[in-house]
């Protein structure tokens, strides 16, 4: 009994060290988004399977898609991943304004993201292409559906990052959340990165 | 170990607020553990009453007192509960819960908010499963397709119990991950952890890398049904086969995410009652990383019979030989500990004897179903079945109620009966035997798994085979009522009942609040017994 020594550390109460809360919140944040990715991982799986499998179809189907719709959609969400990247980097200077606008940019730029979408799915509804028309549609329909859903909730949870620092809860000494939703937003931006030449750009 | 007299004053252990919204919203880490305990207990308890209802229907041949489809919804429910519900989440979520800060030194998970979170995650998946038992699915627990998405019964409201479910064992292992790495208390190296907290470790890799795959899989059946997505309908280009493929990705490491922490929890007891170190500390912490490791190797091994080519079949049946070692290490270490050690036969100690000899017949059997052309003849027979429960109850459940035992007087301040305990463990351990021994034979025998009739050939082994289950079934309620006795009538628990060296037993039974009154600085590993031997280094 007497190996584990029981000593005086000199740390109280239930705070956790900043440092470490810190590193603990960014390291959370990367194995969440390992499992995201995991969680896609699935549908890239069945994509390499199918693709292989019926590469005629994915060629003559992948032409519907509009490219210049997806190109735009691209645009729009590779920007708002650098203004994502400002607001952290204009956090850490402790300006806590220019984060505000920052954050309200890349909002809007989901945003933007999110009706595109919009009508690009309403374009497939009208000419009957649904997830039942082929394995291609379903994979395109599941993929991009599935991404959408992600950025919904980066949506969310950048608003609420925004309200907590109008609020001036934010500072260049305390941004961890900042950071860490950061991470989240290139993840959505990322893997979008991946869908669109998978499902657009096949020759 | 003098040092919180003085704060003896202060001391207010976690049971003592009252009330069930200071559980319910409770961050602590032990009262998240005790919830989870709870729940997966009750899950336990009413999975294996629909089990023993499915042994009262075999009890002779023809119909008894279920008709077929009722069958097929009690060992879908029976499989899916015991599964999702319980073995699952179970170990890893209350003990580790309950024990990983306590073991490591620190104040509570990493994300304690996040950590009761899960927990809500985890209710939520269960009233959802509640729902859909208006219309009870039959499709067995592994909702293979194309079946799952032709049956009427409601097998997307099951499904998205059991994603949600997934949610909350990702966190859970992400939580657990974040802990081990950034809250060790000072002096706690790797080398110093508990195998429990090794256990916990391997587990919640597996959660992570796991359980997002079952995660999408059960999202593709559920678009399958609604929008006819085609993924697994050769009908429309689709492939069953892929289904089993995703599936059993995510389900055979989860045979490990739910045996690793009961090798965990054995780890712990074994060297408190032989007195003496734990033999090859550093080959048992890193045999479970192995065993994770080769875990996401071997799926296939479930699919043998339902068409994939000779050569992945045989690459696959080679890699399943390889889980052998790393287990068979964790068998031989937990023997040698018990060699010339002097050896206290606790209720614990019986349990965890019993998942040595348990889990060795359930391991080799494994090597059977393992070897491709054996696997042939047993394949969908009663000898997985049996296979599979001495792995499960001879292993986890066993793990489990030794578990219960041996950290009762921490989590509740009390002492049970230990004279009914060991009779009611002499019962389980009987009846478990008498219950599934007969499996092997009749499935060798031909019996095929998940038919509700037999021919009457096969009546002596199942008649058998139900008087073993109804033991069983007496020996875990003897259990339940003396554990549950202990609350209220149990004598008061000392700090540390079984003189262990283990942090966890360094604090007050209950623990309060905050753990530690100060950090403790760590100066060895948990399991210095007898003579001065450590295997730090």
């Given amino acids: 009994m007497e190996e584990i020594a029981m000593e005086d550390t000199h740390s109280h109460g239930h705070q956790i060290d900043p440092k470490v809360e810190y590193s603990a919140a960014k390291f959370g944040m990367w194995l969440f988004l390992g499992t995201e990715i995991l969680l896609f991982g699935g549908l890239f799986a069945a994509y390499a399977i199918f693709r292989a499998k019926y590469a005629e179809l994915f060629h003559e189907q992948h032409k519907e898609l509009d490219v210049t719709l997806g190109a735009i959609n691209t645009v729009v969400l590779i920007f708002s991943s650098l203004t994502m990247a400002m607001g952290v980097s204009a956090i850490q200077r402790g300006k806590r304004n220019l984060l505000s606008i920052l954050l309200v940019i890349t909002i809007l730029c989901g945003i933007a993201f999110g009706v595109n979408k919009?009508?690009?799915?309403?374009?497939?509804?009208?000419?009957?292409?649904?997830?039942?028309?082929?394995?291609?549609?379903?994979?395109?329909?599941?993929?991009?559906?599935?991404?959408?859903?992600?950025?919904?909730?980066?949506?969310?949870?950048?608003?609420?990052?925004?309200?907590?620092?109008?609020?001036?809860?934010?500072?260049?000494?305390?941004?961890?959340?900042?950071?860490?939703?950061?991470?989240?937003?290139?993840?959505?931006?990322?893997?979008?990165?991946?869908?669109?030449?998978?499902?657009y750009l096949i020759s | 170990m003098a040092n919180h007299t003085i704060a003896e004053t202060l001391y207010v252990p976690y049971l003592d607020e009252k009330g069930i919204l200071s559980w319910l919203l409770s961050t602590d880490h032990k009262r998240i553990g005790i919830m989870y305990l709870i729940s997966i207990s009750t899950s336990f308890l009413i999975a294996g009453i629909s089990s023993l209802l499915m042994r009262l229907e075999l009890i002779a041949p023809g119909k008894?007192?279920?008709?077929?489809?009722?069958?097929?919804?009690?060992?879908?429910?029976?499989?899916?509960?015991?599964?999702?519900?319980?073995?699952?989440?179970?170990?890893?979520?209350?003990?580790?819960?309950?024990?990983?800060?306590?073991?490591?030194?620190?104040?509570?998970?990493?994300?304690?908010?996040?950590?009761?979170?899960?927990?809500?995650?985890?209710?939520?998946?269960?009233?959802?499963?509640?729902?859909?038992?208006?219309?009870?699915?039959?499709?067995?627990?592994?909702?293979?397709?194309?079946?799952?998405?032709?049956?009427?019964?409601?097998?997307?409201l099951l499904t998205t119990g059991i994603f949600i479910l997934g949610m909350s064992s990702i966190l859970t292992g992400l939580n657990f991950i974040v802990t081990i790495h950034k809250l060790r208390a000072p002096g706690m190296t790797w080398h110093r952890l508990n195998l429990f907290v090794w256990a916990s470790y391997a587990t919640a890799i597996l959660q992570l890398l796991a359980t997002p795959v079952v995660g999408i899989t059960l999202l593709l059946l559920i678009m399958e049904r609604v929008f006819g997505i085609g993924f697994f309908d050769p009908a429309k280009g689709g492939d069953p086969i892929l289904f089993q493929n995703f599936f059993w990705f995510y389900s055979h490491p989860a045979v490990y995410i739910m045996i690793l922490p009961a090798f965990g929890v054995i780890s712990e007891i074994i060297p408190v009652f032989s007195r003496k170190p734990i033999f090859g500390y550093k080959a048992m912490a890193y045999s479970l990383l192995a065993i994770a490791l080769i875990s996401f190797l071997v799926?296939?091994?479930?699919?043998?019979?339902?068409?994939?080519?000779?050569?992945?079949?045989?690459?696959?049946?080679?890699?399943?030989?390889?889980v052998a070692i790393p287990t068979a290490i964790k068998v031989f270490n937990w023997t040698a500990t018990l060699y010339k050690g002097s050896i206290q036969l606790h209720s614990a100690m019986l349990y965890a004897l019993s998942l040595i000899f348990l889990f060795t017949i359930?391991?080799?059997?494994?090597?059977?179903?393992?070897?491709?052309?054996?696997?042939?003849?047993?394949?969908?027979?009663?000898?997985?079945?049996?296979?599979?429960?001495y792995v499960m109850i001879g292993g986890t459940v066993m793990g489990f109620f030794g578990a219960l035992h041996f950290w009762y007087?921490?989590?509740?301040?009390?002492?049970?009966?230990?004279?009914?305990?060991?009779?009611?463990?002499?019962?389980?351990?009987?009846?478990?035997?008498?219950?599934?021994f007969p499996q092997f034979i009749l499935g060798t025998l031909g019996m095929p798994r998940r038919y509700a009739d037999y021919p009457p050939e096969f009546h002596s082994l199942h008649e058998l085979s139900t008087i073993g289950s109804l033991i069983l079934g007496i020996g875990v309620f003897i259990m339940t009522v003396n554990l549950l006795r202990g609350l209220t009538n149990g004598e008061k628990a000392p700090e540390n009942p079984y003189n262990s060296v283990s942090l966890e037993w360094q604090v007050p039974s209950p623990p309060p609040h905050e753990n530690f009154e100060k950090i403790p600085v760590v100066t060895d590993y948990p399991y210095v017994y007898g003579k001065k031997n450590t295997q730090e280094g």
């Fill in chain 2, 299 to 322: 799926w296939a091994h479930h699919m043998f019979v339902s068409g994939m080519s000779e050569v992945a079949a045989t690459i696959f049946s080679f890699l399943t030989m390889l």
């Fill in chain 2, 409 to 436: 007087p921490k989590m509740f301040g009390k002492m049970f009966n230990e004279k009914v305990a060991k009779v009611a463990w002499a019962l389980i351990f009987i009846g478990f035997n008498v219950t599934f």
């Fill in chain 2, 362 to 389: 359930g391991g080799l059997t494994g090597v059977f179903l393992g070897s491709l052309a054996v696997d042939v003849h047993l394949h969908d027979t009663y000898f997985v079945v049996a296979h599979m429960h």
């Fill in chain 1, 118 to 199: 919009y009508f690009e799915y309403g374009a497939k509804f009208e000419h009957h292409l649904t997830p039942g028309t082929s394995i291609f549609f379903a994979l395109y329909f599941m993929m991009t559906g599935l991404h959408m859903l992600h950025v919904f909730a980066g949506i969310t949870i950048l608003t609420v990052l925004l309200v907590l620092n109008l609020k001036g809860k934010f500072s260049a000494n305390y941004n961890t959340p900042i950071e860490v939703g950061g991470l989240y937003w290139h993840l959505v931006d990322l893997i979008w990165i991946y869908l669109f030449p998978l499902l």
């Fill in chain 2, 64 to 156: 008894t007192i279920v008709d077929a489809h009722q069958y097929n919804v009690l060992f879908t429910f029976h499989g899916t509960v015991m599964v999702f519900f319980f073995i699952v989440p179970g170990l890893a979520a209350s003990l580790g819960n309950f024990l990983i800060p306590l073991m490591i030194g620190a104040r509570d998970v990493a994300f304690p908010k996040l950590n009761l979170g899960s927990y809500w995650l985890y209710l939520l998946g269960a009233t959802i499963l509640l729902i859909s038992l208006l219309k009870p699915a039959d499709t067995g627990w592994t909702f293979y397709t194309p079946y799952s998405i032709k049956t009427g019964t409601d097998v997307i």
